[in-house]
């Protein structure tokens, strides 16, 4: 017997052009690029530039969920932005890179790190008289952040069963000026309707929880 197998691979990369209008940032205008099998490597690449009259925000990232093939992940990501506001304008650059680890089917885990140089620079015409500057300081954030996650949802992109929990906690002082620690907490559960209502129908419940000491 004669077997005639045809494969078609799905769409895996995706480009978004966008726009829109706000009354305090004026015209807005995205690009954004991204690819989860790039040259069908398994890497994933995304690349997004956001311009407004008052806002920038350039971004890159790159990721391997599957380094050399094994349990183990990667990423890294860089960006730069610039706010603008009626006295003062903020800007930040930093980068960040990571490494991941699936321990079991539902379990994975990782550790990252963070830098960023903020800072801010006040307008030539502002009244400073009613500007505290203790609160626009320049300053620079190095952080190590460890995570773990519990993840049981039947889709990654869009799950109909199951839930997902994710606990972080990131220490920022490892050689910069800012100095904390922060606890996140998420959580979600899923649960499809269809069976009940005769059609395509998600439930959803998301949570989140920060703690900073």
């Not at 890179?97 to 307008?123: D, V």
């Amino acid at each position: 017997m004669d077997l005639v197998v045809k494969v078609k691979e799905a769409p895996t990369g995706n480009i978004q052009l966008g726009g829109g209008y706000g009354s305090y940032g004026g015209l807005l205008v995205s690009v954004a690029v991204d690819d989860r099998n790039i040259w069908g490597s398994g890497i994933n690449v995304g690349v997004k530039a956001e311009r407004s009259e008052l806002t920038s925000n350039y971004s890159f990232s790159i990721s391997n969920p599957r380094l050399n093939d094994s349990d183990f992940s990667g990423n890294f990501s860089i960006y730069t932005t610039d706010m603008e506001y009626n006295d003062y304008t903020t800007m930040s650059d930093g980068i960040s890179f990571g490494l991941g680890h699936r321990f079991t089917r539902y379990i994975s885990g990782g550790l990252s790190y963070g830098y960023s140089a903020n800072s801010y620079k006040i307008a030539e015409d502002a009244n400073t008289s009613l500007i505290d500057t203790y609160y626009f300081q320049d300053y620079t954030k190095s952080s190590v952040t460890a995570n773990i996650k519990y993840d049981d949802t039947d889709d990654y992109y869009l799950p109909r069963k199951g839930i997902m929990v994710t606990q972080s906690i990131e220490k920022a002082g490892v050689g910069g000026e800012a100095n904390f620690i922060k606890s996140r907490t998420t959580f979600g559960a899923y649960k499809g309707l269809e069976e009940y209502v005769g059609f395509d129908l998600i439930a959803r419940y998301k949570a989140r929880l920060f703690f900073d000491f």
